[in-house]
């Protein structure tokens, strides 16, 4: 069995559990802002880190192509899906570290405003 078939089948299980993922509530909190009023908000992973659900996309396009294509053209995919998987993480790395700014965005967009509302996560 060749290393590329050996790979396929990880790399497609983790991006199809991030595209998964996204689909869930990914955080919840409450704003306090006079204009949106005082309640509870939650947003899925999609709106919060729509980088993740690229990236996954990406490495599963990439472990096909790694399985399908020839010598040049697996080591390019095999780049490619390394490239994705290090993006992913680092995207949802990003988000774990504050994940009241991205929430407060997703908020602002959601009401129509321009500038996001405070918000604790």
Excluded: E, H
Excluded at 42 to 53: E, F, Q, R
Excluded at 65 to 80: D, E, F, S
Aim: charged share 10%.
């Amino acid at each position: 069995m060749s290393p590329a078939r050996v790979v396929v089948l990880p790399a497609l299980l983790g991006a199809g559990t991030v595209l998964g993922l996204a689909t869930q509530p990914w955080a919840t909190g409450s704003s306090v802002d006079a204009l949106v009023g005082s309640r509870t908000v939650t947003a899925t992973g999609s709106s919060l880190v729509p980088l993740a659900g690229a990236l996954a996309l990406a490495a599963a396009a990439a472990s096909i192509v790694a399985v399908t294509g020839g010598r040049v053209v697996r080591r390019v995919a095999a780049v490619v899906l390394l490239l994705a998987a290090l993006g992913c993480a680092v995207a949802v790395g990003w988000f774990l570290a504050d994940p009241a700014s991205p929430l407060a965005a997703d908020l602002a967009t959601r009401t129509g405003r321009t500038s996001p509302p405070r918000v604790s996560a």
